[in-house]
């Protein structure tokens, strides 16, 4: 699921370990518990296909989005239960900071459906609120707090 994981094996470069700035155990668990529920039904073609050119030709082509997930001809729209699994996966998190250094590591490994996962989250706190709600939400103290 990780491409920057994948290229280091690959170039024999993940013998000594693989050094990921800035990254705590607890959020390589985190990233660890998200990838082993997810490889089982992970589709890498359908994960290649996903990935964007930062700056698209004119006129923009509005394809259908690709998913990773194999897709399944059952009635259910998350046979798996990814969905489900996901949701409590990131309201578990304790606070908005291991949600952050989640997106931060997903991000250095290059793990695209998890940065989604999380981005989303932070989107889903900031929709519909004012920005002094964004503040108290997002535990901003000012909009110069790093």
């Given at each position: 699921m990780s491409t920057t994981l994948l290229d280091m094996?690959?170039?024999?470069?993940?013998?000594?370990?693989i050094p990921i700035k800035g990254a705590d155990a607890g959020t390589l668990r985190l990233v660890a518990a998200y990838c082993e529920k997810h490889a089982p039904h992970y589709d890498p073609?359908?994960?290649?296909?996903?990935l964007r050119d930062p700056f698209p030709l004119f006129p923009i082509d509005f394809t259908p989005a690709t998913y990773a997930v194999k897709p399944v001809t059952q009635l259910d729209p998350d046979p798996h239960g990814l969905?489900?699994?996901d949701r409590k996966f990131i309201s578990d998190l304790p606070d908005n900071s291991a949600l952050f250094n989640l997106i931060i590591?997903?991000?250095l490994m290059a793990i695209e459906e998890l940065v989604d996962l999380g981005c989303t989250a932070v989107a889903d706190k900031m929709r519909g609120k004012?920005?002094?709600e964004i503040r108290v939400a997002l535990d901003i103290e000012n909009d110069y707090t790093p």
């Open positions: 094996n690959e170039a024999g470069c993940a013998e000594g370990g073609v359908a994960s290649a296909a996903r969905e489900a699994w590591v997903a991000n004012t920005p002094d």
